[in-house]
């Protein structure tokens, strides 16, 4: 089971920190971020895999 989150020590510092991430519509889980990086990086080609999986001397 996850630990439970940790009570704020700066109430003030922490509902900022909450408005800002809303706004910037910031998730826990990642998701949004992954969406995102999905759109900016292109889809790996069986050519490039094949490079990754090359090691450099």
Do not use: W
Request: net charge positive.
């Amino acid at each position: 089971m996850a630990d439970p989150k940790p009570k704020p020590d700066d109430k003030e510092q922490s509902k900022r920190f909450i408005e800002k991430a809303r706004e910037i519509e910031a998730d826990e889980c990642g998701e949004a971020f992954e969406r995102a990086f999905k759109k900016i990086l292109p889809e790996k080609t069986p050519k490039s895999r094949e490079k990754d999986k090359r090691v450099i001397p």
